[in-house]
């Protein structure tokens, strides 16, 4: 989180560096201008989002589980506490602790 608020600062910086006006010269202000400017539509920053990885950070969750706790006399399935959180690639994963008493 240091980084994203660090690289953003700088970034902020940095544009408000080149907004500035610049003092006049001679050469014309085109030739000033990187040549391979290439616009992308992306919200991927390169160095700080190609990384990103997912950390497991599991929360309780109730959930139906028929599965692990069968169903109830109304036919539907009990409930279950899962811990559910994102894998190293980023997948949602639930997995089933135990069955919860109705």
Same mark, same amino acid.
Request: with cysteine.
């Given at each position: 989180?240091?980084?994203?608020? +660090?690289?953003?600062?700088?970034?902020?910086?940095?544009?408000? $560096?080149? $907004?500035?006006? #610049?003092?006049?010269?001679?050469? %014309?202000?085109?030739?000033?201008?990187?040549? !391979?400017? +290439?616009?992308?539509? !992306?919200?991927?920053? %390169?160095?700080?989002?190609?990384?990103?990885?997912?950390?497991?950070? %599991?929360? %309780? @969750? @109730?959930?139906? $589980?028929?599965?692990?706790?069968?169903?109830?006399?109304?036919?539907?399935?009990?409930?279950?506490?899962?811990?559910?959180?994102?894998?190293?690639?980023?997948?949602?994963?639930? @997995?089933?602790?135990?069955?919860? @008493? #109705?």
């Amino acid at each position: 989180m240091k980084r994203i608020l +660090v690289f953003g600062a700088l970034s902020i910086l940095a544009l408000a $560096a080149v $907004a500035e006006d #610049p003092a006049p010269s001679s050469e %014309p202000q085109a030739s000033k201008l990187p040549s !391979s400017v +290439v616009r992308s539509d !992306s919200l991927e920053m %390169p160095g700080v989002t190609a990384c990103h990885q997912c950390e497991w950070r %599991p929360k %309780p @969750n @109730n959930m139906a $589980a028929g599965d692990q706790c069968g169903v109830g006399s109304d036919g539907k399935a009990k409930l279950a506490e899962f811990e559910c959180g994102f894998s190293e690639d980023c997948q949602r994963v639930c @997995n089933f602790v135990r069955c919860l @008493n #109705p």
